[in-house]
């Protein structure tokens, strides 16, 4: 913008020059020759890309590194909303690239374990051999030494049997006990191999369901509330057979097997609301509330957790849902239930 300034002796010429540069936004007056006459904003050349001083030459502004073109919009809403989806739709992908990954790292943990679970043959075999060897030592006391490392035997038919301890035993006895106490653990772990089984299979499967239930999550407030961050300095008791969520500040609590589902029977209050696949088997599942009239929503989105975390099928799923003093326990985890309201959940969508 020129100016002048007219008097008696001579007229003066200057510009204002406005910039609208982000951050370096200024206002500056200059004369004929470029010169600096006064600013907004005095700026040196450490804090900008030139020098803005009264008294200097105003270098020129340096051209975008770019060049900058046209992209004529018919609909800018639709142009920002298609925006908007695209950076959800990366955001999404990665959080659920981040949260499979730690879940099939855990997956892979409970896999090997189970597959290096000893047979039931096996530790039977394991108990038999150490109870013939305990009884064996009792019938050669008299050829064992104190505090031997090693020591070589007759068996019942006459054969050799040389054995070697891990650690020396001050007297005979004591080695019998030892192999006696190693065939009753054996005997121990061979009766509950099928709960230890069971228990890791559950857990297996259910880990492979919550993958995918990550995986068909449309939003990133669906994993987030599947998995939220872990809150520090908070003490939570930790429940391998129940999973907890937290849906808009209501404690929705899930059964990962029949032993969590028993739990949730057990330790739910009257007024809490029991949900179950409507004719077929499912996880339980407990909204805590003392609430009269739940907010539907809240129903709908537990109800979607019992189906999904059920079955993988894509189609329509009735759940009903009743409170808790409504649900007579038979045996462990199978329920009679009266007065129930029952729900859609459609997974197709």
């Known amino acids: 913008m020129k100016t002048s300034l007219a008097s008696a002796y001579k007229e003066e010429t200057t510009y204002l020059q406005i910039e609208f540069t982000g951050k370096y936004t200024n206002v500056i007056i200059l004369d004929e020759e470029n010169i600096v006459l006064e600013a907004l904003r005095h700026v040196d050349l450490f804090s900008s890309f030139r020098e803005v001083r009264v008294g200097q030459k105003l270098l020129d502004v340096p051209p975008a590194p770019f060049v900058a073109k046209e992209y004529p919009l018919e609909d800018v809403e639709a142009f920002l909303y298609e925006v908007y989806e695209k950076e959800q739709n990366a955001k999404l992908e990665g959080l659920k690239k981040q949260k499979i990954s730690q879940l099939e790292k855990k997956l892979q943990k409970l896999q090997k374990l189970y597959a290096k679970l000893d047979s039931q043959e096996s530790l039977e075999k394991e108990a038999q051999e150490n109870g013939h060897l305990g009884n064996l030592v009792l019938s050669n006391v008299q050829n064992i030494k104190p505090y031997a490392r090693e020591i070589e035997l007759e068996d019942y038919d006459g054969s050799k049997v040389h054995i070697a301890l891990q650690k020396r035993y001050p007297t005979p006895f004591m080695i019998s006990e030892m192999f006696f106490s190693k065939s009753k653990k054996a005997k121990q772990r061979a009766k509950h191999l099928h709960i230890e089984e069971e228990s890791l299979r559950s857990k297996i499967e259910h880990l492979k369901r919550f993958i995918h239930v990550i995986k068909e999550a449309k939003d990133v407030a669906k994993i987030e509330m599947l998995l939220p961050k872990k809150v520090q300095n908070k003490k939570v008791r930790h429940n391998d057979s129940i999973e907890v969520f937290w849906i808009e500040g209501y404690k929705v609590q899930l059964g990962k097997n029949e ?91």
């Open 259 to 349: 032993k969590g589902n028993i739990e949730l029977l057990k330790n739910a209050r009257a007024k809490d609301i029991w949900l179950h696949m409507k004719d077929r088997p499912s996880s339980h599942v407990i909204i805590t509330t003392d609430k009269q009239n739940l907010p539907q929503n809240i129903i709908l989105a537990a109800a979607r957790l019992c189906v999904e975390f059920s079955t993988a099928s894509k189609d329509r799923f009735l759940v009903d849902y009743t409170p808790r003093r409504e649900v007579t326990i038979q045996n462990g985890a199978n329920v009679l239930y009266n007065k129930y309201k029952t729900i859609e959940v459609d997974t197709r969508a």
